[in-house]
């Protein structure tokens, strides 16, 4: 959606002209920026690149960008991901792999940060999610999960069809701080076929940027108020017990983790200020929630 992250586009791209199985189909969509789609389209012509540009047709946004994405390709596994992210080799055949199961439906996969430098002290792995990356709480091993992340995400096209594919009144717009369009899709799934399965494949990876300007505690607090709005929209469209499903047993954990750092504060002071990271997003998100629920 922005020249600034062409360089991360590209970089995006020779990552998957690289993968050890050849994607079938690249199919890279712009959402509603004809300066970055004429830019892309010499460039792809430039640099050889075997993928094919397409213009946006839905709302702008993410989903609508995924479902011309979903429109503009033809085979029933349907792979994602981010402009700012670079797959392994093998991140194709890890997704595609746990298909191999009938009644996996949808897979996601890990998402490591990229930082600017280096991981911040104050930065907790439990808000990895706020940059959209993996969260300690994933299973190390893989298995079944609720919902998975955007930068990397696979689904059977037979089922996003079946739900009419990703919902335009859910998610990001932009640079916005919404969310929640992966956790909708991936509970209608189930919701339609109580058998099926989203599964996490952690071989599967992916390196996710995250800039200096999302690397700052005010913008995680925005990410946690933005994100408990869109799980109180998310809410009312399919349930509030299953929309927090997760956030209710992970808030054990983030009890956990804040404990663990505050004990870690003695010899290490910084992880003071990470526990009070932590709870401070905890709070922005609920807040979120509530003023959202309120509101409507």
């Known amino acids: 959606y922005t020249l600034d992250r062409l ?11 690289a993968q050890s199985t050849r994607p079938d189909e690249i199919v890279v969509v712009v959402d509603h920026n004809e300066v970055l789609s004429q830019r892309l389209r010499r460039l792809a012509e430039d640099s050889g690149w075997d993928i094919e540009v397409v213009d946006s047709v839905g709302t702008p946004g993410l989903s609508g960008a995924r479902n011309t994405g979903i429109d503009a390709t033809s085979r029933e596994l349907l792979l994602f991901i981010d402009d700012d992210a670079v797959a392994d080799p093998s991140w194709l055949d890890e997704m595609v792999a746990p298909f191999a199961a009938p009644a996996v439906s949808a897979v996601g996969g890990r998402i490591d940060p990229a ?4 991981r911040p002290e104050w930065f907790p ?40 594919g990703f919902p335009t009144e859910l998610g990001r717009v932009g640079a916005d701080g919404a969310g929640c369009e992966e956790t909708e899709v991936c509970i209608r799934i189930r919701q339609r076929t109580p058998t099926a399965q989203v599964w996490y494949a952690p071989r599967s990876r992916v390196r996710h940027r995250v800039t200096e300007q999302r690397a700052t505690v005010s913008y ?22 299953v929309a927090t499903s997760d956030e209710r047993g992970y808030a054990v954990h983030i009890a956990r983790a804040v404990g663990s750092d505050l004990r870690a504060a003695v010899r290490t002071p910084a992880r003071l200020r990470r526990a009070a990271v932590l709870l401070a997003g905890l709070g922005a998100a609920s807040v979120g929630y509530l003023v959202e629920r309120v509101r409507r």
């Open 115 to 118: 930082w600017p430098d280096r």
């Open 7 to 17: 360089d991360d586009l590209s970089d995006c791209i020779d990552s998957l002209h």
């Open 125 to 164: 792995p439990h808000l990895d999610w706020t940059v959209g990356c993996s969260i300690p709480t994933l299973p190390d091993d893989g298995g079944p999960i609720r919902n998975m992340y955007g930068a990397s995400a696979a689904f059977r096209r037979s089922e996003l069809e079946a739900i009419g």
């Open 220 to 241: 995680v607090l925005r990410r946690c108020l933005a994100e408990g709005k869109s799980k109180a929209m998310l809410s009312r469209r399919v349930g509030a017990d």
